[in-house]
Structures are given as C-alpha cells and as structure tokens.
C-alpha cells in the first residue's frame, strides 16, 4: 500500500465523517429549531390565553363598575325624587288645613287622644286652629306646625304627638315604600 493511496483513504474517511457530522449538525439544527419554533408557540398561545383571561376578567370588572355606578346614579336620583316628593307632601298637607275636611280628621285626632290618654287632655296647637277644641279638651301653649297638635293628659305624665310633621316621619318607610312601589 502506498502512501498516497493511504493518504487518500484518510481523507476519504475524513470527508466522510465531516459529512456524517454535518448532516448530524444539520439534524440536530433542524430538531432544535423546531424545538424553538414548537416552544415559541406553545409561549404565544399560553401568552394570548392569559391576556384573553386577563382582558375578559378586566372587562368585566369594569361592566360590574359600570353597573354599580348606574345603580348608584338611579339610587340618588330616587332619593332625589323622594325628597322633592316628601316637600310636595307638605305642602299639600299645609293646604289640606284649610279645608273642609280638616276639622273632621281634627275631630278623630281628638277622639283618639282621649282614648289613649284620657278623657280630660291638654293640647298644644296652631293658633288658628284653637278654636276648634270644645269639651273635655283645654288648649295650652301654641305651636309651629302644618297641622294637627300635640296631646298629653291632665297630669303631663304621657304625651302623644299628632302634627302632620310627626305623623309624616313615623310613617316615612312606609310611604317611601309605596311610593318606590308606583315608581318601579
């Protein structure tokens, strides 16, 4: 054997292996891209699932705000509309006292002071509404108020109020209640 042909097997062989490496090279390069590419979408569609997540569970909270926001808005504007209704109550009630009807309502003011308190009572009222009272009920000091009086017996140990103010305000769940009802 010669050297030349020796010379020559060796770089047969080299070549060779420089081909084998590189197409492992070439092997290895192509499964490691597709690796990178496999993991750089796996990351882009994790990435794109957590911020629709994110986004949806944002989205929402901002509509439940919104929501309550409005729900407030509407609340106030009840209470609004309450109000001005409760001053239109007043007013109405100062104008019913110049009616007719408002010495009979007077009179069962009366008769339910006497049966609660006594028969004898002592009433606290409008000035002009001290005329009114006849038997059995003496009129004391006079008071500010849209209509109705304050009733207490002889001996000033129990007292009942019955000014429209008053009846109002203890009533006032009541009406705001039914007048929630006509309005919803």
């Known amino acids: 054997m010669s050297i030349d042909k020796f010379v020559s097997e060796i770089q047969n ?11 492992k ?19 882009k569609e994790n990435y794109a699932n957590e911020a629709k997540t994110k986004a949806e569970r944002e989205g929402a909270r901002i509509i439940e705000a919104g929501k309550l926001e ?46 609660v308190l006594a028969k004898e009572i002592v009433v606290r009222c409008r000035e002009e509404d001290k005329s009114f009272f006849k038997d059995g009920v003496q009129v004391g000091s006079t008071i500010q108020t849209l209509g109705g009086f304050i009733a207490e017996n002889k001996e000033g140990t129990k007292e009942l109020d019955l000014t429209f103010e008053e009846l109002l305000r203890n009533n006032e769940d009541e009406i705001k209640n039914s007048i929630l009802e006509k309005i919803l």
């Open 70 to 115: 409005a729900k407030k808005i509407l609340f106030d504007a009840i209470n609004k509309n309450l109000d001005s209704t409760f001053d239109v109550i007043k007013k109405e009630l100062e104008g019913y006292s110049k009616k007719s009807e408002y010495t009979q309502v007077m009179q069962k003011l009366v008769d339910y002071s006497k049966k």
């Open 25 to 43: 090279l070439g092997d290895k390069k192509s499964e490691t891209d597709a690796q990178k590419n496999s993991t750089v979408k796996e990351l």
């Open 13 to 23: 062989r080299k070549k060779n292996d420089l081909a084998e490496l590189d197409k």
